[in-house]
Nanobody
Framework: EVHLVESGGGLAQPGGSLRLSCAAS????????MAWFRQAPGKEREGVAA???????SYGDSVTGRFNISKDNADKTLYLQMNSLQTDDTATYFC????????????????????????WGQGTQVTVSS
């Protein structure tokens, strides 16, 4: 069974940075698709970033240019480097994994869209506040 465990969340000031990690048990981060999602209270789950087996990445519009997704195949760990944090980034962040996919509407490989992922972590809270 696949287990995904997120860590690295916490409190950051606006303009600050945080780095999230996701440890994947019995799942090779070099395979298929992995992604980060987030959900704020009262809002729908939002795709943040995704990465393919070969390392190609895609990002949600609200984080492009500020966040960076990466992975370490040897450590079976997925990362999300978050820079220039804003108060709107406050949410619970989830790591997800799934089979290879291509979004029919956009052609994006491993799109950060929740329905393409079938393994989820429990989430880590990120709060951005002064």
């Amino acid at each position: 069974e696949v287990h995904l465990v997120e860590s690295g969340g916490g409190l950051a000031q606006p303009g600050g940075s945080l780095r999230l990690s996701c440890a994947a048990s019995q799942y090779t981060v070099g395979s298929d698709c992995m992604a980060w999602f987030r959900q704020a209270p009262g809002k729908e789950r939002e795709g943040v970033a995704a990465i393919t087996r070969s390392g190609a990445t895609s990002y949600g519009d609200s984080v492009t240019g500020r966040f960076n997704i990466s992975k370490d195949n040897a450590d079976k760990t997925l990362y999300l480097q978050m820079n220039s944090l804003q108060t709107d980034d406050t949410a619970t962040y989830f790591c997800a994994a799934g089979p290879f996919s291509r979004d029919r509407a956009t052609g994006i490989l491993c799109p950060p869209i929740a329905r393409y992922y079938n393994y989820w972590g429990q989430g880590t809270q990120v709060t951005v506040s002064s």
